[in-house]
């Protein structure tokens, strides 16, 4: 089974600020995924990456499959970021997710 | 236009109650999912369906059963209904075929937030 480990828990920063969110796993995998929870409950993915690095506009999420880790950036960081972020990793050979404990990210104005 | 679209959003019920959530996806995947989100937010597949075959069963109680009419329905039923059952309940889809090792990006339903009193 792969352990997913996310860090930190809980990030409160001010507007603005660069947000960096890490997520450790401990099984090779074939690809990993970043999710967004909303505070209303709804849950949106982000990303899914195998390699390198992705953008979509203010987020970058990067992995490094050799070192088990990926990072999730958030630049430029705006209260609407506010919302718990939650990696998740495939058991191998099919599409069962281990979830992250999920990072808790508040933006303050 | 939903894409994965679940009901009801609430259901508070009582103990030893049946109740059934709906989930639909117009989004023409062949992969779809539910999931279990406890008190402390953490996530856990419960089942999986891939062309309304089961493919993953978590070890969940059985008084929890799927049913998958057509590919974009899985609905779940869940018997004799216990305090420890309260949780939101997230279906999700995607494309392709569970077990085939190949990734594919999840859409996640609203959830389902269920309170069994």
């Known amino acids: 089974k792969n352990e997913v480990e996310q860090s930190p828990q809980n990030l409160t920063a001010q507007e603005g600020e660069f947000i960096t969110i890490n997520c450790s796993y401990s099984?090779?995998?074939?690809?990993l995924h970043w999710l967004q929870q909303h505070p209303g409950g709804g849950i949106v993915s982000l990303f899914m990456l195998s390699s390198g690095k992705k953008k979509h506009g203010r987020l970058i999420a990067t992995i490094n499959i050799q070192e088990k880790h990926s990072s999730l950036h958030i630049t430029a960081s705006h209260p609407r970021d506010s919302a718990v972020y939650i990696c998740a990793v495939p058991g191998f050979g099919n599409e069962k997710l281990t979830f992250g404990t999920g990072t808790r990210l508040t933006i303050i104005p | 236009d939903t894409a994965v679209s679940q009901t009801p959003k609430y259901l508070v019920t009582q103990m030893g109650n049946d109740k059934s959530i709906k989930c639909e996806q117009n989004?023409?995947?062949?992969?779809m999912y539910w999931y279990k989100q406890d008190s402390k937010k953490f996530l856990k597949i419960m089942f999986s369906?891939?062309?309304?075959?089961?493919?993953i069963n978590e070890t969940v109680p059985n008084r929890f059963s799927p049913k998958s009419p057509d590919k974009a329905h899985l609905n779940l039923h869940i018997n004799s209904l216990e305090l420890g059952d309260s949780a939101v309940y997230f279906c999700?889809?995607?494309?392709?075929?569970?077990?085939?090792?190949?990734?594919?990006?999840?859409?996640f339903g609203p959830g389902t937030r269920l309170t069994v009193t």
């Open positions: 099984v090779g995998i074939s690809a």
């Open positions: 989004l023409g995947h062949d992969t």
């Open positions: 369906y891939n062309n309304k075959e089961l493919i």
């Open positions: 999700a889809s995607s494309h392709g075929s569970s077990g085939l090792g190949r990734p594919y990006e999840q859409y």
